[in-house]
Nanobody, 118 residues
């Protein structure tokens, strides 16, 4: 399984970015796909998740109403649309995939850096 994250960059506060996670190596039916982030000096935290076979989504309270997770089954890609970005959203963002539904996710991609300037 390979998860390739991209789309990070530098943006001003209030701006938008879209992150991409290209998934390959297997079919992901029955998996949940997620985005996590790790800010400098902080632990990695959950951002959003979506189930591959449905439209069920969950978000961290800190991003609700600003971020949207979506998927394109045909392209095996998961997106994270980030609007109204804040400096505290600055972090390395990781995509992940999991089938078990537990607290430990099965697969991780490399991170993509998002920097929000004030």
């Amino acid at each position: 399984v390979q998860l390739q994250a991209s789309g990070g960059g530098l943006v001003q506060a209030g701006g938008s970015l879209r992150l991409f996670c290209a998934a390959s190596g297997r079919t992901f039916s029955g998996y949940r796909m997620g985005w996590f982030r790790q800010a400098p000096g902080k632990e990695r935290e959950f951002v959003a998740t979506i189930w591959w076979s449905s439209r069920i989504t969950y978000y961290a309270d800190s991003v609700k109403g600003r971020f949207t997770i979506a998927k394109d089954n045909a392209k095996n890609t998961v997106y994270l649309q980030m609007n109204s970005l804040k400096p505290e959203d600055t972090a390395v963002y990781y995509c992940a995939a999991d089938r078990s539904g537990g607290q430990v996710w099965d697969y991780w991609g490399q991170g993509t850096l998002v920097t929000v300037s004030s």
